[in-house]
């Protein structure tokens, strides 16, 4: 908005001292005269400021900052964002959490959304992940059904402990997640300082076309902070904002936060002989077996200037990829290609990738027309249809990636069924047993009880014993540190 201006309507009349203060009225104390056409502009305009909420993420903060390649992967990816030692690409995130409401609070027991967008030469990439390298579920049919539980009772109009255990007590696949949940790294203090991941497994394509599949794993360069569980219902108190306070304010102040990337990597071969489904996103790839190679960094350093404009329309979907980058088999990352594009065409409009934080900076040259909204030149005169005999415009022989083949091999782990993948035990049983240490453990079963304590109704005990049986399958130690806390005596033997 100018400065020393004149104030106008939006058609740009001007409004004078009398029309912007004052509604018009007949006589000073007179009913208000339906020709006052600012007063229905102002209140028209008011009653739609806002957008639907994201039904997941919606609750958020964002930063615009850089990515810089400090090591050579060109042997296994031929985007152009990796294309050099020392290349810079300009890039936004958005951090959230995920199943709370724009009013919730950030210090809530939740995952965390970690979404990316690079601004490349190439296109636009988004990789859009979480704090936590695995997900409650590996099959997208199963989404609605998960998030409805982590919403509100349809009855009560309240949370409910119930709805939640008891769809992970009859999905025992959600285990690996829901015990990282309920430990403190469900109670990350701050955006800052916490891990990201790209948590599916995506591929890479290489100038020989040789493809690789691959893991990315962003870690915080200011270190790990968690809060425990008193402090976070604590902090919800003091400053349900504490997140986005804490990162608007490192960067007000020139405290820029880093992450270093990294990716994993398995060759297709490896993926076709691995023990489990490689592309199974409950489960880890373990990094004794496939080490953490070293990518570059990202600094974020500018705050957006309007929060609605830049975080609140920013739109990231898995769909935006670039020549180099592709998708997996995993089942997940198949159907967000579906329902993130479909998310933003209903939230913001089918114009939205013209808005400018989600617009390629570069170029975009589409025969995609007209919709709500169009404020470009909405192609001028040239043709809306392709091919044709006037513009030139041609098809990129250079990026046609490499199409999924459906042979005898690839079928193997498009529908795979091998011994190992109902297997829902180990990695959440490793995770407790042999990662956390003797603090951890004790705060992530404090955090599981107090969680567990709030079902109720008439299938109460049924829930409760479903879900304990799993707890004493991935650990035994979980299990009776579980069972204690909730006073439930089972026999171990019997499970």
């Known amino acids: 908005m100018a ?3 004149k104030i106008t309507s939006n058609s740009g009349c001007p409004i004078g001292i009398n029309q912007y203060e004052n509604s018009q009225t007949a006589g000073p104390r007179g009913p208000v005269l339906l020709q006052d056409f600012f007063l229905h502009e102002k209140l028209a305009q008011f009653n739609r400021e806002r957008i639907p909420e994201r039904i997941v993420h919606a609750k958020g903060t964002g930063a615009f900052g850089k990515f810089v390649v400090t090591h050579d992967i060109t042997k296994y990816s031929r985007a152009k964002i990796f294309s050099a030692v020392g290349k810079e690409t300009p890039m936004f995130i958005r951090f959230s959490t995920v199943g709370g409401e724009m009013g919730s609070a950030d210090t809530e027991r939740d995952p965390r959304g970690f979404a990316m967008k690079f601004y490349t030469e190439d296109g636009n990439w988004d990789l859009v992940g979480n704090n936590t390298p695995v997900f409650f579920i590996k099959d997208a049919k199963k989404f609605p059904d998960f998030i409805h539980t982590q919403k509100r009772d349809p009855r009560t109009n309240c949370k409910s402990p119930t709805m939640m255990w008891d769809f992970w007590s009859l999905n025992p696949e959600s285990l690996h997640q829901v015990l990282i949940l309920m430990s403190d790294r469900g109670t990350p203090d701050g955006y800052r300082h916490m891990h990201g991941f790209g948590s599916h497994t995506f591929s890479m394509v290489n100038a020989n076309n040789e493809r690789v599949y691959v893991k990315f794993h962003h870690k915080t360069n200011q270190g790990v902070k968690n809060f425990d569980g008193p402090t976070a219902d604590k902090m919800r108190g003091i400053d349900p904002d504490h997140a986005q306070r804490d990162l608007v304010q490192a960067i007000d102040k020139g405290d820029f936060p880093r992450w270093t990337t990294y990716i994993q990597v398995m060759t297709e071969e490896q993926a076709k002989n691995f023990r489990f489904n490689p592309f199974d996103l409950t489960k880890v790839w373990s990094q004794k077996e496939y080490p953490l190679i070293e990518v570059g960094y990202f600094e974020l350093n500018r705050i957006p200037d309007n929060y609605f404009r830049d975080v609140e329309q920013a739109a990231l979907a898995p769909t935006n990829v670039v020549d180099g980058i592709g998708f997996s088999p995993d089942k997940m990352l198949q159907g967000r290609i579906l329902s993130y594009p479909d998310a933003q065409r209903y939230r913001i409009g089918s114009n939205y990738n013209d808005l400018p934080v989600n617009a390629c900076p570069f170029m975009s040259n589409t025969y995609h027309r007209s919709g709500a909204m169009k404020f470009t030149d909405n192609g001028g005169s040239a043709p809306n249809y392709y091919p044709n005999s006037f513009d030139g415009n041609h098809e990129d022989p250079t990026s046609q990636g490499l199409p999924y ?25 490793i995770l407790f047993d042999e990662v956390m240490d003797d603090q951890a453990k004790q705060n992530t079963i404090n955090n599981i009880v107090g969680a567990m304590s709030g079902i109720e109704g008439p299938k109460k005990d049924e829930i409760i014993n479903r879900q304990l049986c799993h ?20 026999d171990p033997s019997k499970l």
């Open 405 to 429: 083949q459906l042979d005898d091999a690839t079928v193997g782990y498009f529908d795979r069924n091998a011994p190992g993948e109902d297997d829902h035990y180990t990695q959440p049983g």
């Open 471 to 490: 707890w004493f399958r991935a650990s035994k130690a979980l299990g009776a540190g579980v069972a204690k806390g909730l006073g439930v005596n089972i």
């Open 3 to 5: 400065k020393d201006s």
